[in-house]
């Protein structure tokens, strides 16, 4: 995962820019799956770089927060002075998509976690966190994705959240479809922001992934 850090760096050391059409994503690089994320950007057109500092953040045109430990990541975004760039430029509109823990950090409400834990509202929803409960801790599923061709998308639940609330302005995009919680909202967008509850990141299936580096794109 350092490659594409380096070789963005080498670039720009003998000034050369991105690629014509890569946009620079950043994966928020504190902790969680990361690497895959770098993985499937790349594979998906975009220019993927490691973001653990504010000068890093700063650069990209995008951020991905990966899936992983929500309250951990919370709190390494502030020992890493993070979370305040990290609001700002959600407010000024970046684009970003988080899976799990990452739908987690963009809820601007989040129950069952803990108090200190902090959010970034870059979605106008409440998530609970590790909603699933138990029985389906861990489960797989196949979704209807709105605004995605090409079929049922097959996904993968890891401790999950789900979403509780979705505040007008935001679009759901799949529901699970059946099972004790059915109904349950497990991926939204809200402008240039999307989350889902499960890891796009872990099948091979990358039309989440396509469908936010095209909006990153299209910008
Ligand atoms: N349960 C985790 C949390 O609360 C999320 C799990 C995941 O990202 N796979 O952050």
Do not use: Y
């Not at 993927?48 to 991905?64: K, N």
């Not at 967008?189 to 989350?195: D, I, P, S, T």
Request: hydrophobic content about 45%.
């Amino acid at each position: 995962m350092n490659d594409a850090a380096v070789s963005r760096d080498t670039r720009s050391e003998v000034g050369l820019s991105a690629p014509a059409g890569r946009p620079t994503i950043g994966v928020l690089a504190l902790q969680g799956d990361v690497r895959e994320h770098v993985g499937v950007l790349d594979l998906c057109g975009a220019d993927p770089v490691l973001v653990r500092r504010p000068a890093e953040l700063a650069a990209v045109d995008a951020l991905v927060l990966p899936g992983g430990e929500s309250t951990t990541i919370s709190k390494l975004l502030q020992v890493f002075e993070l979370l305040e760039p990290l609001r700002a430029r959600l407010r000024d509109g970046m684009p970003a998509f988080g899976s799990c823990a990452g739908m987690i950090l963009l809820a601007g409400e989040v129950l069952d976690t803990r108090p200190d834990a902090q959010h970034l509202s870059g979605i106008d929803m409440t998530v609970r966190r590790n909603a699933f409960g138990r029985q389906v801790d861990s489960f797989e599923t196949d979704l209807d994705f709105a605004g995605v061709d090409g079929g049922p998308m097959r996904a993968v639940f890891i401790r999950a959240p789900w979403v509780e609330r979705a505040g007008a302005g935001v679009e759901v995009l799949a529901r699970v479809p059946s099972g004790p919680a059915a109904g349950k909202i497990v991926a939204v967008r809200q402008g240039n922001v999307l989350a889902t509850s499960f890891h796009p990141e872990v099948t091979g299936d990358h039309r989440v992934h396509r469908m936010f580096v095209d909006l990153v794109r299209d910008r």
